[in-house]
């Protein structure tokens, strides 16, 4: 096992493949969907074996950046195209900008509370930009929604690394205590505020963000002056300097006033260099120290799951364009006669199902 680089790739997926690979994805979800309900689909896509799983299946490369766009961009066509019972919002780039807009109308059709979207939204991308500060900057921001469940799904690069990180959170997860399934990248150094190792710390952090900013800004002159900190942490609180920026975050935060660990999560002003100048404050003066622990924590073996019809870029073999034509075929078929309520057919997937179940049981052994 190691851990999965997911390295950044540019380009496109070639159209003939693209095509193939979401009519496989539409016939798979829709399988899915049938089997256990839009609910349980859109809590599995937080669960990165699942998402992998639909990633190779569909045909993409298992190591690439691209993956996760590729399968967040057909899971969003097909779910605004058919009446599937979840909806996807967001997405890459200016995209992201676009999931207050697509909450409203996703709440009208799936008869869901748009505050609550919106405020999971807002929530978890401050929890992977500013409580959690690992060096990925966060370009992919997308949401699967459905009545009763919600998963985040964004991905961070670094381009210094030429690397990218994906995140999974879901609302089943408590927001500020292990918030993520899982973060799957390469594993280096970070400050992790969102950590329970980071509680006493964040507790500190929600009281400070109370002070006047000018107290803040004097404990940061005197902590600049006595230059007591050093070793692996040093880099992660660098640069946090006295500025008129800072001190304008450090206002807006103050006037917020907020009343709890959670509510910083919604906090304006409660950026990256804010909480990394509160953070070496808790550490230094009030001697609770944040987790310095990367919290990446999924080794994958891509080579594990089952690949239907080859990879984009030849992995573990070519892409079978025959044999993914068939598969689609298969497919439909399977789910027409499930729709038209074929007894055998509902048993023949259960039974392939409980099949799966045992198979995994036996390599987990």
């Known amino acids: 096992m190691s851990w999965s680089e997911l390295p950044l790739h540019g380009g496109r997926v070639p159209q003939h493949l693209l095509k193939r690979m979401k009519s496989i994805a539409e016939a798979v979800v829709e399988l899915m969907i049938l089997e256990f309900g839009p609910e349980k689909f859109v809590e599995r896509m937080a669960n990165p074996f699942w998402f992998q799983g639909l990633n190779n299946v569909i045909g993409m490369d298992w190591d690439s950046s691209g993956s996760t766009t590729v399968v967040l961009g057909i899971l969003k066509e097909l779910s605004w195209k058919k009446d599937l019972g979840f909806l996807v919002l967001g997405g890459k780039g200016r995209r992201m900008l676009r999931i207050k807009e697509e909450s409203e109308r996703a709440a009208e059709i799936l008869s869901i509370d748009p505050e609550f979207v919106a405020t999971a939204s807002k929530r978890s991308a401050r929890m992977d930009s500013a409580f959690l500060q690992d060096g990925y900057e966060i370009y992919i921001h997308s949401l699967l929604v459905a009545e009763g469940a919600l998963t985040v799904v964004q991905q961070g690069m ?207 052994e």
């Not at 329970?196 to 900013?213: F, T």
């Open 158 to 364: 670094n381009e210094e690394l030429k690397l990218a990180r994906r995140y999974q959170l879901t609302s089943k997860n408590e927001p500020w205590r292990d918030p993520h399934e899982a973060v799957l990248g390469k594993k280096g150094s970070a400050l992790d505020l969102s950590s329970p190792k980071s509680a006493k710390a964040a507790e500190v952090i929600a009281e400070l963000a109370n002070e006047r900013p000018k107290k803040i800004v004097s404990m940061l002159r005197a902590l600049k002056a006595k230059k007591t900190l050093t070793g692996a942490a040093l880099p992660l609180y660098r640069p946090v300097r006295p500025t008129p920026q800072l001190e304008a975050s450090l206002r807006k935060l103050h006037e917020f006033g907020p009343r709890s660990k959670e509510e910083l999560l919604l906090a304006p002003g409660a950026g990256p260099k804010v909480l990394r100048a509160l953070a070496l404050i808790s550490h230094l003066v009030y001697q609770q120290e944040p987790s310095f622990e990367d919290p990446a924590n999924l080794p994958l073996n891509p080579f594990a799951y089952a690949y239907a019809v080859g990879g984009k870029d030849g992995v573990p073999y070519p892409y079978d364009l025959k044999t993914a034509d068939e598969v689609i075929e298969v497919l439909r078929n399977i789910i027409e006669e499930a729709k038209m309520g074929s007894k055998e057919r509902l048993h023949a997937l259960k039974g392939l199902r409980s099949l799966v179940e045992r198979l995994r049981a036996r390599e987990l």
